[in-house]
């Protein structure tokens, strides 16, 4: 079992930045892969970037590459998501999760789910 806290949401107007963490309990987390998913209301929820679990590979989504960064740090059992030049379209829930076997950038491969943290960015 594994849970999983995401923190660090909130408003930002367009353009502004805002780092997303997620902290771990449960189960050895260096062990897997991270990532980060939203949803915005009325649409699926989306890749959005992972880590494998040393942090050494990364994978962003095309709509938020050169804005996004994630990175982990396995002794604070916590994965973050750096996000800069925020634009109205990244407003959505953002949930972190854990990877199991599969595609990384399918939200099937993932496990377990954090709760989510809302984010809003105003035009």
């Known amino acids: 079992q594994v849970q999983l806290v995401e923190s660090g949401g909130g408003l930002v107007q367009a353009g502004g930045s805002l780092r997303l963490s997620c902290a771990a309990s449960g189960r050895t987390f260096s062990n897997y892969a991270m990532g980060w998913f939203r949803q915005a209301p009325g649409k699926e929820r989306e890749f959005v970037a992972a880590?494998?679990?040393?942090?050494?590979?990364?994978y962003y989504a095309s709509s938020v590459k050169g804005r996004f960064t994630i990175s982990r740090d396995n002794a604070k059992k916590t994965v973050y998501l750096q996000m800069s030049s925020l634009k109205f379209e990244d407003t959505a829930v953002y949930y972190c999760?854990?990877?199991?076997?599969?595609?990384?950038?399918?939200?099937?491969?993932?496990?377990?789910w954090g709760q989510g943290t809302q984010v809003t960015v105003s035009s």
């Open positions: 999760a854990v990877a199991g076997s599969g595609a990384i950038t399918q939200a099937t491969t993932y496990a377990y």
């Open positions: 880590i494998t679990s040393s942090g050494g590979v990364t």
